[in-house]
């Protein structure tokens, strides 16, 4: 069992940068680790995904290419998600999650606002 929390979140104006953090409560060098947000009245989506340590590659969603990077440090158990230029409709509850062939984790979230 692995215990995701999210951090970092919070009120920023538009072009600001925020960095949000997923901590683990365990090893996840085996795991793939997904950004997800939700905002209001739309559909969870899939903003950026940084594969396992052994082969660890990245993917954004096209919407964030060019600002957000993912990272993961393992010997923290942390993935991060650096937010840079942000946008009103970047507003969203993000939300982390660990997966593999055959287990998978979400964090409860973080709220992140951003608006003048």
């Known amino acids: 069992q692995v215990q995701l929390v999210e951090s970092g979140g919070g009120l920023v104006q538009p072009g600001g940068a925020l960095r949000l953090s997923c901590a683990a409560s365990g090893s996840i060098f085996s795991f793939d680790i997904g950004w997800y947000r939700q905002a209001p009245g739309e559909q969870r989506k899939l903003v950026a995904v940084i594969t396992s340590t052994s082969v660890s590659r990245t993917n954004y969603a096209d919407s964030v290419k060019g600002r957000f990077t993912i990272s993961r440090d393992n010997a923290k158990n942390t993935v991060y998600l650096q937010m840079n230029s942000l946008k009103p409709e970047d507003t969203a509850v993000y939300s982390c999650?660990?997966?593999?062939?055959?287990?998978?984790?979400w964090g409860q979230g973080t709220q992140v606002t951003v608006s003048s």
């Open positions: 999650k660990a997966s593999s062939a055959f287990r998978e984790y």
